[in-house]
């Protein structure tokens, strides 16, 4: 059974500022880790995804890093912008495993 | 290029009632994934459809069942609802018989009175 601890659960970030949010998993899996953005009244929307031979991987302000040995990815929003502000969700696959694990959530708030 | 669709968007019952959802994968992909998403929560896995067979089951009753037609549409049924089944129902879709990123529709909104 794959847990995914996300953190911070909240943040508030100004205009132009860096977001960091940081996930832990337990199991070990091979496939792909992927961060959704999620709107109120929303789904959640793939925002960027990694696979695990990468350390990094950066697509426009948003940036994955990802530490295999220590179970660990986060997310980087560079140069954050009010239409940034909303729910973000890292997401896991288990070993073996089709479904993903989420975290809990981390709402963000980019103050203009 | 259209991305995976729901319907219907909300949906109110009652305690007991039996309700039916529908979902439309993105085109190009075969794999079919539903999850459960409580207010304030993450989606929870409910079960996964690929080749009209359900692959893998995550932690829900058997009120909860689901299938998968010939064109890679799925239908999620519940039985019996009972209040704490109201969530946002997200259906989410993939290619492929391996794991990949899956898109996700934007849901039902499903409310039990």
Known sequence: ?112 | DAGVTQSPTHLIKTRGQQVTLRCSPKSGHDTVSWYQQALGQGPQFIFQYYEEEERQRGNFPDRFSGHQFPNYSSELNVNALLLGDSALYLCASSSGDSNQPQHFGDGTRLSIL
């Open chain 1, 1 to 112: 059974q794959q847990q995914v601890k996300q953190s911070p659960q909240s943040l508030i970030v100004q205009k132009g500022g860096i977001s960091i949010i940081n996930c832990a998993y337990e199991n070990t899996a091979f496939d792909y880790f992927p961060w959704y953005q999620q709107f109120p009244g929303k789904g959640p929307a793939l925002l960027i995804a990694i696979r695990p031979d990468v350390s990094e991987k950066k697509e426009g302000r948003f940036t994955i890093s990802f530490n295999k040995s220590a179970k660990q990815f986060s997310l980087h929003i560079m140069d954050s912008q009010p239409g940034d502000s909303a729910t973000y969700f890292c997401a896991a696959p288990g070993f073996n495993d089709y479904k993903l694990s989420f975290g809990a959530g981390t709402t963000v708030t980019v103050r203009a």
